[in-house]
């Protein structure tokens, strides 16, 4: 794997909800004894190194280098799914969250895109519905493989729509670093009767912005108007 792009597990891409991925990479194993299989995906611009949660997640990238589309992950591990959403961006404004049901439990197995029965089948757009209570599962050998449906060049303005998103994810967490900098320059202030100059304000809201751009925190901010209140972030 490569030091310079950062690692992820299939709960943090739970988290981040509808995303679109681009594959980098076909699925690769891992040089280490007892580690997962990984695929390189890139989201928001910057490569990560997705560390697969199960068989049937590896499957789920198998054959798909070069394919951008949305995705939801959900569950954790033997229960972990990924489900193909469509082509393209997913929405930025007011992201869905995948339909959970009552319980609190991960949804059944029945629900994952099935392993790999046969290449260039496709996988399915929606999951099929949750058996009832008290039917058995067909086992995933018997069940049809789907992936998603053939490509379609992305246009222009489907590219300059993707660069404008980014670009605002970016500005808001600027936004959020400079509201966490100016909180730290007023304790400063009160606490220790001293004030930050220019170059000590803007060194720490780069050092904040980087934090969360390392820790991964810009995919969690919305790239809609963010509007600052009480040094806390509200999208539109």
Known sequence: MSENKK???HS?????GPVAVTVKSDVLRSKFKDKPDYV??????????YNTENDECADFFR????????????GREADAILTYVGEGVAE????????????????????RPPREASRGAQRPQERSEAPEQGKSTPPAANRQEQRPPAPSPETPEQKLAKAKAHAN????CYLIAFTAADYARTQVKE??????????FQG????????????????????????LKNGQGAAK
């Open 7 to 9: 690692g992820m597990y």
């Open 12 to 16: 943090e891409l739970v988290r981040m």
């Open 40 to 49: 390189i995906l890139e989201i928001d611009g910057a490569e990560r190194i």
């Open 63 to 74: 054959d798909q280098k070069g394919r951008t589309f949305t995705l939801v992950a959900e």
């Open 92 to 111: 930025e404004a007011e992201p869905r969250k995948p339909a959970k049901s009552a319980a609190t439990k991960p949804p059944p197995k029945s629900n």
């Open 169 to 172: 994810r970016v500005a808001n």
């Open 191 to 200: 606490q220790l009767h001293q004030d930050l100059t220019a170059e000590q």
């Open 204 to 227: 720490c809201i780069a050092m904040i912005a980087i934090q969360l751009s390392k820790d991964g925190f810009q995919h969690a901010v919305p790239t809609g108007v963010l509007h």
